[in-house]
Structures are given as structure tokens and as C-alpha cells.
């Protein structure tokens, strides 16, 4: 069955520590991939998305994520994280064979001032 | 630009009941995508709809429903409670159906259901 997993479920840093949350999924043919972030008492918001092109995609607040098609993955990172960045992530796939939207189970993400 | 809306926020009711649930999408946007979020399974997609028609279906039983209007407003009804379906209820809309182009989801806040 095709899901997207977040291996990550809680991740704890420091402030300026460097984040990579990591995002895969099960399906070898043409997809679309999101990253969507939660902040506490606020609604899902979207951060960056792939469609096409660069695999290398810039997205709000300084994160980024990289399309690796080889590895099935579309990791989330950022050089040094802030306290604002205290939220939930949740990595999301469009499978092409059905565009049906896969959530992943989300990471909680706490940062320590 | 308004954002999309969910009506209403906050729902108790009772197993056996029925519920509906309204979301207003994003004027302009055609595509309106159901949810349900738990904390054991997260997001789990519900159905998607666009131009009243439902586009896309998830796993859960047929006491799961939705519709579209004419206005890309849309409803969901779950029938027969029961204490499981207490969950938030999110929507989102976007200008194209998911797998297109314009694809990105806009969230609502959400509808905070809970059965007893």
C-alpha cells in the first residue's frame, strides 16, 4: 500500500542546532511533495512544495527540502532552527497513479530557548 | 482573502447521532479536500471534491459523506456516531484538484468533534 513515513516523531534541539526531519514514501511513479507545518494553536500551513524542475526547493522561514527520487525521499532542513520553530511537520505525497493525498504522521518538533 | 472557514468549531455529540459539518473554501477555489486528524493516525484523507463532484475517496466507511455545492461550498455528514469518529475535522481547498498544477491545500481551523 502506498504512505509516507516520518521516522522522526519527536525531535528535540537547541536554538541554532541544524534540523533535518526526514520524509519517505512508497510509490515508484510520478509524485508531488509537500511540507506542511503546524505551530501551536494556528492552522496547518504550508511551508514548500515540489511539482517539477530543481529537486533542491526553497520554502518559508529558511527551510528547505531535497527530492532525492533515487532514495523515495523529500527531507526537510534548515542550517539553525529557532525557538519559533517549535511546531509539528508533516510531510505530504500525490501519488500521480490516483492524486489521492498522503499525510505522513507528522513530527513534533520542540525547541529549547 | 478570506481564508477557508469551518462551521462550526467545537461539536459534542452523542453515539448513535448524526453530524454535519460546513467548510467555505477560498473564493476562487474549485477543490475542497476533507480530513479527519487523531493523534494515534494523523491526517487521514477523508474525499476530495471538485465542481460538486467527489473526485477521490479515502478508507472509511460509507456513514462518511460529503457533498459540493454549486458555490464550491461543501458539507460532511458522518451518520451513526460512534466514539471513535471523535476527532478534529479539517478542510482545505485549492484552486486545482490534487495531482494538478495549483494543487496546494489551504486548512481551515477545523471542526473539533467529540462523541460520547
Known amino acids: 500500500a502506498q504512505s509516507v513515513s516520518q521516522h522522526n516523531h519527536h525531535v528535540i534541539l537547541s536554538e541554532a542546532a541544524s534540523l533535518e526531519l526526514g520524509c519517505n514514501y512508497s510509490?515508484?511513479?510520478?509524485?508531488?511533495l509537500f511540507w506542511y507545518v503546524q505551530y501551536p494553536g494556528q492552522h496547518l500551513q504550508l511551508l514548500l512544495k515540489?511539482?517539477?524542475?530543481?529537486?533542491l526547493v526553497k520554502g518559508i522561514k529558511g527551510f528547505e527540502a531535497e527530492f532525492i527520487k533515487s532514495k523515495f525521499s523529500f527531507n526537510l532542513r534548515k542550517p539553525s532552527v529557532q525557538w519559533s520553530d517549535t511546531a509539528e511537520y508533516f510531510c505530504a505525497v500525490i501519488m500521480n497513479r490516483d492524486d489521492k493525498i498522503i499525510f505522513g504522521k507528522g513530527t513534533r518538533l520542540h525547541i529549547l530557548p | 482573502k478570506a481564508g477557508v472557514t469551518q462551521t462550526p468549531r467545537y461539536l459534542i455529540k452523542t453515539r448513535g447521532q448524526q453530524v454535519t459539518l460546513s467548510c467555505s473554501p477560498i473564493s476562487g477555489h474549485r477543490s475542497v479536500s476533507w480530513y479527519q486528524q487523531t493523534p494515534g493516525q494523523g491526517l487521514q484523507f477523508l474525499f476530495e471534491y471538485f465542481s460538486e463532484t467527489q473526485r477521490n475517496k479515502g478508507n472509511f466507511p460509507g456513514r462518511f459523506s460529503g457533498r459540493q455545492f454549486s458555490n464550491s461550498r461543501s458539507e460532511m455528514n458522518v451518520s451513526t456516531l460512534e466514539l471513535g469518529d471523535s476527532a478534529l475535522y479539517l478542510c482545505?481547498?485549492?484552486?486545482?484538484?490534487?495531482?494538478?498544477?495549483?494543487?496546494?491545500?489551504?486548512f481551515g481551523p477545523g471542526t473539533r468533534l467529540t462523541v460520547t
Open positions: 482545505a481547498s485549492s484552486l486545482a484538484p490534487a495531482g494538478q498544477g495549483a494543487s496546494e491545500q489551504y
Open positions: 515540489y511539482f517539477s524542475g530543481d529537486p
Open positions: 510509490y515508484g511513479g510520478t509524485v508531488n
